[in-house]
């Protein structure tokens, strides 16, 4: 069997990291890495299932030379068996999470995927919703030629509690998915038509009860409702009105009587933005020829004196826990153009970082330009904590966060319609951001034309999203210069204060002490956060305030007093893992005396006086041994029953009532009592 560590590191991903378990399995022998990859945890998942779902690149990629080596790629097709996952291979958990390089891998590994799960999905529906269209077209091209060669979980274990998602119409359909057969319909129709029908999706979480779903042709989505196939649902996105201000307000013509908003849902059937629709083009900067062309326009608005520059940073994702990556990519869009800026290249510390950090400053420094970005100001904190070397990073002014102008330029619009970058574009400029990119490799050389795009869209879109909040607000930049709004134009200071990771001095009150936490350190309008190893103080001010915030300083008193809570607080914690250990022992203890007392037969269980048994005399038997006695431990409901262990026995006139506690820390204000000897009950 698995050994604890090794099992309890490869089933979690989301709390400690994969690869200090998977190099146990280095140097074992071909049966022993075969039990411990299939070993199957109690949602029936097993190891290999969990890497290819949340599983770092570099350890996948080690995984499929150890399975090379010892001849075990068959192994990447084992299923899972859970009650709502029976069916689902390593290709299928991939393809939930959207990993294109991942699926990709396996794919061209030769893994199976004429594989139909317990749910009616098969990877290409799956991939039809969560990759790209060219991985789409290779998983296709390696199905079956013939229906009867597929493994059809949906047959032999069909999963009946409820309807899904992402269903493949050749499988999934069946009088569960589709009461009343209205889909199967359309489908055949569709089909007779012309057109692929690759996957049948729901539509909402209520489709869970109501079956109303869609089918999607392609790329193209109708949306069918309550079953009825000739009632198309129809999404109104009339929200761009023009801003009037009344009594000193700002409304939307548009606004709904009595303070509702509208809100917007997602519609799949909107285009998507690409470069040439936004009015841009792309260039790639990755040398100091090339850097040397970001220098701004004299103006790119009409009626304006200022140069709006849209910022957006790309970086390598994070697999597990703790782990952070430095920006890989920046981009930089301003007068038509959208430059993709490879920091990884250019960001490097050296001779040149200096000539590199001038030329970037004068975007980022110049008084004339307006940086604009969605969430920008954590793309600027990543800069500064990425490369502390640079000083074009530490101090930005004339920064406009697109996320709260949003809600300004649109009242009338739901906030939840507002909350990212794609959800804004969609309200503001009709279109939708193809979000396939958003976590590919971006610190792998060289970039591909799919991730130059995507970077240079997030950027460009950022612009003419400022454009069309700015034309809704009356007098913008009267608006923004006075004290109604003066807060939606802000300056940024980042200091680097020290690295974390760096070890505590003994002398704190040193002049030149640079403290690795935040415990000692006052930071005016601003905080104090670590960042890719670096003890960073972000300092943000409204560009009207009559002030500037001083820089940080290091408090030794503030330190002191901070050390000790600190110390408080990890001596709290210990104490409460040693009590919850202790907890746990008594806890084991008692269920192993418990698995250890005598068994007896489900007519022992009523008490009387010719076994021995009194009123208020322990009955000698535990509540398992009665319960499992009770239910059929080898039963639908056997060793799934989970209780407390108090219990009790009461004798009547011509009865026995065994009296049992289930879930008694629940409700704990009712729980069960037995009270005056037995007479009454709670």
């Given at each position: 069997m698995y050994d604890k560590q090794v099992e309890y590191v490869l089933h979690h991903p989301n709390h400690v990291l994969f690869e200090g378990a998977f190099k146990e399995l280095e140097g074992m022998t071909r049966a022993e890495v075969e039990e411990k990859l299939t070993h199957q945890d109690k949602w029936g998942k097993n190891s290999l299932h969990r890497i290819c779902w949340k599983g770092p690149i570099p350890v996948i990629t080690s995984l499929l030379s150890l399975l090379r080596l010892h001849s075990l790629l068959p192994l990447l097709d084992t299923i899972s068996t859970g009650r709502g996952n029976y069916g689902k291979t390593c290709v299928f958990y991939a393809l939930t999470q959207g990993r294109e390089e991942v699926v990709e891998m396996l794919v061209r590994e030769g893994v199976r995927v004429g594989v139909v799960n317990n749910k009616g999905q098969t990877p290409t529906s799956l991939a039809v919703g969560h990759v790209s269209e060219e991985l789409t077209n290779l998983i296709e091209?390696?199905?079956?030629?013939?229906?009867?060669?597929?493994?059809?979980?949906?047959?032999?274990?069909?999963?009946?509690?409820r309807t899904y998602g992402d269903l493949d119409p050749r499988f999934g359909l069946d009088t569960l998915n589709d009461p009343g057969g209205k889909l199967r319909e359309i489908v055949t129709r569709s089909e007779s038509e012309g057109k692929k029908v690759r996957v049948v999706k729901q539509t909402t979480r209520e489709s869970r009860k109501t079956c109303n779903m869609k089918v999607v042709e392609g790329s193209a989505a109708k949306w069918w409702g309550g079953g009825d196939a000739g009632k198309v649902k129809v999404v109104d996105r009339n929200v761009k009105t023009k801003k009037k201000r009344k009594g000193g307000e700002v409304k939307s013509a548009g606004e709904v009587e009595?303070?509702?908003?509208?809100?917007?849902?997602?519609?799949?059937?909107?285009?998507?933005?690409?470069?040439?629709?936004?009015?841009?083009?792309?260039?790639?900067?990755?040398?100091?020829?090339?850097?040397?062309?970001?220098?701004?326009?004299?103006?790119?608005?009409?009626?304006?004196?200022?140069?709006?520059?849209?910022?957006?940073?790309?970086?390598?994702?994070?697999?597990?826990?703790?782990?952070?990556?430095?920006?890989?990519?920046?981009?930089?869009?301003?007068?038509?153009?959208?430059?993709?800026?490879?920091?990884?290249?250019?960001?490097?510390?050296?001779?040149?970082?200096?000539?590199?950090?001038?030329?970037?400053?004068g975007v980022f420094k110049n008084l004339k330009t307006i940086v604009v970005g969605f969430g920008v100001k954590g793309d600027l904190l990543k800069l500064a904590a990425s490369f502390p070397h640079m000083s074009c990073f530490t101090e930005v002014h004339n920064v406009i966060d697109l996320a709260p102008l949003g809600r300004v330029a649109?009242?009338?619009?739901?906030?939840?319609?507002?909350?990212?970058?794609?959800?804004?574009?969609?309200?503001?400029?009709?279109?939708?951001?193809?979000?396939?990119?958003q976590m590919s490799l971006w610190d792998r050389r060289p970039l591909t034309s799919a991730q130059v795009e995507y970077a240079a869209v997030d950027a460009a879109v950022c612009v003419r999203l400022f454009e069309s909040m700015r034309r809704k607000i009356d007098d913008f930049d009267e608006f923004v210069s006075s004290q109604r709004g003066g807060w939606l134009k802000s300056n940024f200071r980042f200091t680097l204060l020290g690295r974390s990771s760096s070890p505590s001095p003994s002398t704190p009150s040193q002049p030149n002490f640079l403290c690795p936490t935040a415990w000692g350190w006052k930071t005016p309008g601003g905080t104090t956060k670590a960042s890719l190893g670096n003890l960073m103080a972000t300092q943000q001010w409204d560009s009207i305030a009559p002030s500037v915030p001083g820089v940080p300083t290091f408090d030794p008193d503030?330190?002191?007093?901070?050390?000790?809570?600190?110390?408080?607080?990890?001596?709290?914690?210990?104490?409460?893992?040693?009590?919850?250990?202790?907890?746990?022992?008594?806890?084991?203890?008692?269920?192993?005396?418990?698995?250890?007392?005598?068994?007896?037969?489900?007519?022992?269980?009523?008490?009387?006086?010719?076994?021995?048994?009194?009123?208020?005399?322990p009955c000698g038997m535990t509540k398992r041994d009665v319960i499992e006695n009770l239910v059929n431990p080898d039963g639908e409901y056997g060793g799934g029953i989970e209780y407390n262990l108090r219990s009790g026995v009461i004798e009547l006139a011509d009865a026995t009532l065994l009296f049992v506690n289930l879930g008694g820390a629940r409700h704990k204000k009712y729980r069960n009592d037995v009270l005056e000897g037995g007479r009454k009950i709670t």
């Open positions: 091209s390696k199905e079956p030629s013939s229906t009867s060669s597929w493994l059809n979980y949906r047959l032999t274990n069909p999963d009946l509690e009595g303070g509702e908003k509208k809100q917007i849902k997602d519609d799949e059937t909107m285009e998507f933005a690409t470069l040439a629709k936004l009015g841009y083009k792309s260039v790639v900067v990755d040398t100091l020829s090339g850097l040397a062309l970001l220098t701004p326009p004299t103006v790119i608005l009409s009626g304006c004196d200022y140069i709006v520059v849209g910022v957006d940073c790309e970086w390598r994702p994070a697999w597990a826990k703790g782990e952070e990556n430095p920006v890989a990519v920046m981009q930089i869009a301003m007068g038509g153009t959208a430059y993709v800026v490879d920091m990884a290249e250019m960001g490097r510390e050296g001779p040149e970082s200096e000539l590199v950090s001038e030329i970037l400053g649109n009242p009338s619009t739901s906030p939840s319609s507002l909350t990212s970058l794609s959800k804004t574009a969609q309200v503001e400029l009709n279109v939708r951001l193809n979000k396939g990119q503030l330190y002191k007093i901070r050390e000790v809570r600190e110390s408080e607080r990890l001596r709290q914690r210990s104490y409460s893992r040693k009590l919850a250990l202790e907890r746990k022992a008594r806890r084991e203890k008692s269920e192993e005396a418990g698995r250890g007392g005598r068994r007896v037969k489900l007519g022992d269980v009523f008490v009387s006086e010719r076994h021995g048994i009194k009123m208020g005399v």
